[in-house]
């Protein structure tokens, strides 16, 4: 199976709502790999790898966030995938 990989970067009201705690959960739960962070500009951004399939899902999610959350956009690129990572960190 082809290994993708993202960066991403999460608009809205996403930080204090356990944006970041979602996000593990959901991108372990897909089997993906990467990581995620609060930035300095009141968003949320990160990178997750795994298959096509996983990617789409775990895009939806981000789109939707927590139910505290107001994510007003998500911002995505294909990047080059990384070896040797083995799980998904907040």
Known sequence: MSQKRIAFKVHGT??????????????????LTGWVKNSDDEKVIGEAQGSGEALQKFKKDLGEGPSAAKVV????????????????SA
């Open 14 to 31: 996403v930080q204090g709502v356990n944006f970041r705690s979602f996000t593990e959960k959901k991108a372990s739960g897909y089997g």
């Open 73 to 88: 956009k998500v911002e995505t690129d294909e990047i080059e995938t990384k070896s040797g990572e083995t799980s998904f």
